[in-house]
């Protein structure tokens, strides 16, 4: 990812409409299982506002690969997140409630998707959930892909196929963002008439306030639905809980 990336998410990932609606939807799963004292690790913790949301549901732990990520955590006072590179670093065993991995499965750096997930699986407790959102559809590839330095993108059975193999039991899978989907197949066709779709772009922008709000209006809508089941056909990100 462009170390310029990081500055970005730190400055809007708690306001922006993007971040603030699957990190609620995050902290709803977690909320959910109606206890204070969870153990809660965020793998590829990032700039830490995920953290920020799980602290009052237990003890919370983040590990990233990019020192950039990690200074924006310990600005928020997380002075236990640690460096790690989750191809060769593991948790313990057995040790968390709860791990969470939000976009980080599908970066370049990441060797061996399914490896990961296995160990994330052996960190769980009995009864623990591992929490993933990945980008959707290979073909859905745009210049923000480019920017964020993405190698894959994922159909609800990519990760279906993920987490069973790694032993775990799919308990919530949909696609997120329907109506996002609609928009990125037109961003796609455009920067692919425009000749631009190889070049570095981020999505990630400032947005005018009122928009903002009517945006997280409209994914705090599609949350309720997704935790009352509802599996979305399509949409521009995979959202998966599992349990051990």
């Not at 296995?118 to 923000?144: D, E």
């Not at 947005?207 to 399509?234: F, K």
Request: proline fraction near 3%; glycine fraction near 8%; aromatic fraction near 8%.
């Amino acid at each position: 990812m462009q170390t310029s990336e990081y500055a970005r998410i730190y400055a809007l990932e708690d306001e922006h409409w993007w971040y603030r609606g699957v990190h609620d939807l995050v902290e709803d799963i977690v909320r959910a299982r109606g206890r204070k004292d969870l153990a809660i690790l965020d793998a590829g913790c990032g700039t830490g506002g995920l953290l920020a949301q799980l602290q009052h549901y237990g003890t919370v732990a983040g590990c990233d690969y990019a020192d950039e990520a990690l200074a924006c955590c310990r600005q928020r006072g997380f002075a236990a997140v640690v460096h790690a590179d989750l191809n060769t670093w593991a948790p313990d065993e057995n040790r968390y409630d709860v791990i969470v991995s939000v976009d980080v499965l599908y970066h370049a750096a990441i060797a061996d998707d399914l490896a990961i997930v296995k160990k994330l699986a052996r960190g769980l407790r009995s009864g623990g959930v591992l929490i993933l959102h990945l980008p959707a559809f290979n073909w859905l590839r745009r210049r923000h892909d480019v920017a964020v330095a993405t190698k894959r993108r994922y159909t609800r059975h990519d990760v279906r196929a993920m987490v069973v193999a790694a032993g775990l039991r799919p308990r919530m899978l949909t696609y997120r963002l329907p109506w996002l989907f609609g928009i990125a197949v037109m961003q796609k066709m455009w920067e692919t008439l425009c000749g631009t779709v190889s070049t570095a772009h981020s999505d990630l922008q400032p947005v005018p306030g009122w928009l903002n709000r009517a945006l997280l209006s409209i994914v705090h809508g599609e949350n309720i639905a997704v935790r009352w089941g509802l599996a979305m056909p399509l949409g521009t990100s995979v959202f998966c809980v599992a349990e051990k």
